[in-house]
């Protein structure tokens, strides 16, 4: 049976995660929901579809930079929506199965981008990447018979780049890993610059972990293109005011000095015409002029 | 009485050393030939000399990135080329006498380049640094009755950033700390950007720790003024090949990886069209058009 203090251990699960990209969390959170609809005990099917409407707005509501969770998570809900209120069993079989088949979407969006992303990258490149995610991974796997060098950061204060050297060495891609700071040095020995996007804007620019917008300022002083791949499900379907959320200091470790503030922002905006092209599940779009 | 051992300890200092700048370091290896000059028993002046200047080329050649070392050493052996070879006593006097006119002459150019840039930047300014330069720092002093903010930048790997917010809180300076991937984000609440620099090349481009390039492209960008301070003497009197230091990648801490590389290159050259100003003990030199 489906109890608030697991929900609660979800919500905290979503809240804390520092490692897993915008896609991966919002598959999880459909995950979490397709637990609870099998789980939750069903008296009236209004009451049930509330419930599970209530659930889906709070882990909506937790992660403000990540379009994807809001998206995948509406369109979830739309979907409890438009079913008929016959009965608990029968809503509940629809939410699980919507539920799962909106994560097995995901997958295979991730796939097709992989494939459009490597055709595209083609042969014997150098890539430089940010920070982790799920999407430029699956590029990896696609392109690590095709003489792939990857040049990754570690992308401070958590290190997600730890990770991706670690899944990197695992696939035997000769990996070079960087501070931030390098960047600018290390830039011109990539090709092309690729990274994932946690929200897509309506005019393309791209919210991605913190430090993805010097990397385009780098990318295009150089004269190196500058591309995202992500799931079209990460636009978003309704203009937001951007929210870039900050952590704990406390990861930064630093000792307390009485006139210093630490911040700790997690996102930054990439603005459109940085942007060389969008790598999607439906091909790669170019920006206008290149 | 010198020895060879206390010798190569003094190397061994100035190699390992990653938070003091190239100014702080010049001096240092000055009092350390003053020392040396004081102590070093002495047959005959030639050998004298020869030792003397052979210790300034050995220490002069520790640290390629850094000009004011080659500068100043340079400096103090012409200084002791210009010496009658009359007797080692003589000697000794005028290269230490030299050596400590140099340290002072040294510290009073900063005094010149902080009035003059506390002059130019003036009153209730938000100022952007990175990294950790004692120039900048006694430009705060300057500025720290005059409302200064500063945003400082955590400069990984050893973040000498650490030292900074210890010494800015002590000043009483209001400080954010951001992580080197932040600067995009708050480089629009800074009113200027002020750096050092480890040297200044002839085209008025500069040395300076590893991301200062991000730094000004960020600047450019948003429209920020970006400053470099510096003693004069960190132009490079001989243009030579570029040599960024590369340091143990051990400072990063990392597991091994069969298929990953680390790097950790200490420096980067921001190029003379991204500075909009040069402040030196002579004055502010502002690029042309600005």
């Given at each position: ?147 792939l060098k990857m040049i990754i950061t570690e992308s401070r204060p958590l290190c997600e780049g730890r990770r991706l050297g670690e899944i990197l060495s695992r696939l035997a891609i000769p990996t070079r890993y960087i501070t931030e700071a390098q960047i600018g040095l290390f830039i011109s020995q990539a ?100």
């Open positions: 049976m489906m109890d608030n203090e697991q929900f609660n251990l979800w919500i905290n699960e979503i809240a804390q995660d520092r490692s897993r990209g915008a896609s991966e969390l919002a598959r999880r959170c459909l995950t979490m929901l397709a637990d609870l609809a099998q789980t939750l005990p069903g008296h009236d099917p209004i009451t049930f579809k509330q419930h599970l409407t209530d659930s889906a707005q709070r882990l909506a509501a937790i992660r403000p930079s990540m379009a994807p969770i809001q998206n995948l998570l509406t369109r979830w809900q739309q979907a409890l929506y438009d079913l008929a209120d016959s009965d608990v069993e029968t809503l509940r079989y629809n939410a699980v199965e919507r539920a799962l088949q909106l994560v097995e979407a995901s997958h295979k969006a991730v796939t097709a981008i992989a494939q459009h992303s490597a055709d595209h990258i083609g042969y014997g490149k150098t890539l430089l990447t940010h920070s982790l995610s799920s999407t430029v991974v699956a590029v990896c796997q696609q392109l690590k018979d095709r003489q090709d092309a610059v690729l990274v994932g996007a946690d929200s897509v804007l309506a005019d393309g620019s791209i919210i991605n972990k913190v430090g993805t917008y010097l990397v385009a300022l780098a990318a295009r002083d150089h004269q190196v293109p500058f591309y995202t791949c992500h799931e079209s499900f990460k636009r978003r379907l309704v203009p937001t005011e951007l929210d870039l959320e900050e952590m704990a200091t406390t990861e930064l470790h630093l000792p307390q000095w009485p006139h210093v503030t630490p911040r700790n922002i997690y996102f930054d905006i990439t603005p459109a015409h940085l942007i060389s092209g969008w790598i999607t599940e439906q091909g790669v779009a170019m920006a206008s002029g290149l």
